[in-house]
């Protein structure tokens, strides 16, 4: 079966452009999350979606993120306009809700100078 | 907030040595899970725990659920080279579905 997939797996992008993360979430799987990665802050939850729907956002740093899940099989991150503290590793999850193992995506590797 | 720490940060072992890492949540936990990390890798399920009290193994890795479900442990009986990487412990925030996961702990196995 296919994991988590996540693209772009690298992007470097200039301070002030938009970036967009995508995931495509296991099939089947109800619960999905957004999670950043630093040596700083470690790993942070972001937001995440029950049946598409987002619960709980509080960890999205400011407005310049947003998140969306339009349905089912695909979620977006979006940065804009992006920072150079932005730069980190961003893990898609996902999770059947009766089986609690939250499987990460291989990570998108954001670079912003 | 719910926080989730775990010592030590970092920690170097000669192969064949053992290794533990410690994990104290500031709430009470439903459960506890475990996850690995290879460098340059994501984040992987070893294993949960619910019960208070509760000890699993899994060949050398030994997992243990404090009996107030605050803290939990993880101990690796002589350490191999296949061992290195980043140890998170993850518990949910009390009534949700939003794991919170530990400040890790870094693993180095010397050959």
């Known amino acids: 079966d296919a994991g988590v997939i996540q693209s772009p797996r690298h992007e470097v992008t200039e301070m002030g452009q938009e970036v967009t993360l995508r995931c495509k979430p296991i099939?089947?799987?109800?619960?999905l999350f957004w999670y950043r990665q630093t040596m700083m802050r470690g790993l942070e939850l972001l937001i995440y979606?029950?049946?598409?729907?987002?619960?709980?956002d509080s960890g999205m740093p400011e407005d310049r993120f947003s998140a969306k899940m339009p349905n089912a099989s695909f979620s977006t991150l979006k940065i804009q306009p992006s920072e150079p503290r932005d730069s980190a590793v961003y893990f898609c999850?996902?999770?059947?809700?009766?089986?609690?193992?939250?499987?990460f995506g291989e990570g998108s590797w954001l670079t912003v100078v | 907030g719910q926080q989730v720490m775990q010592i030590p940060q970092y920690q170097h072992v000669q192969e064949g040595e053992d290794f533990t890492t410690y994990c104290n949540s500031s709430?009470?936990?439903?459960?506890i899970q475990w996850y690995k990390q290879r460098p340059g890798g994501h984040p992987v399920f070893l294993i949960q725990?619910?019960?208070?009290?509760e000890v699993k193994k899994q060949k050398r890795l030994t997992f243990q659920f404090g009996e107030a479900k605050k803290n939990s442990s993880l101990h690796i009986t002589a350490t191999q080279t296949t061992d290195v990487g980043t140890y998170f412990c993850?518990?949910?925030?009390?009534?949700?579905?939003?794991?919170?996961f530990g400040t890790g702990t870094r693993l180095k196995v010397l050959a």
């Open positions: 993850a518990g949910p925030t009390s009534g949700t579905y939003k794991y919170i």
């Open positions: 725990l619910v019960k208070s009290g």
């Open positions: 099939s089947g799987h109800d619960y």
């Open positions: 979606f029950n049946n598409n729907v987002p619960i709980d």
């Open positions: 999850a996902s999770s059947l809700s009766s089986g609690n193992t939250i499987y």
């Open positions: 709430t009470t936990l439903s459960n």
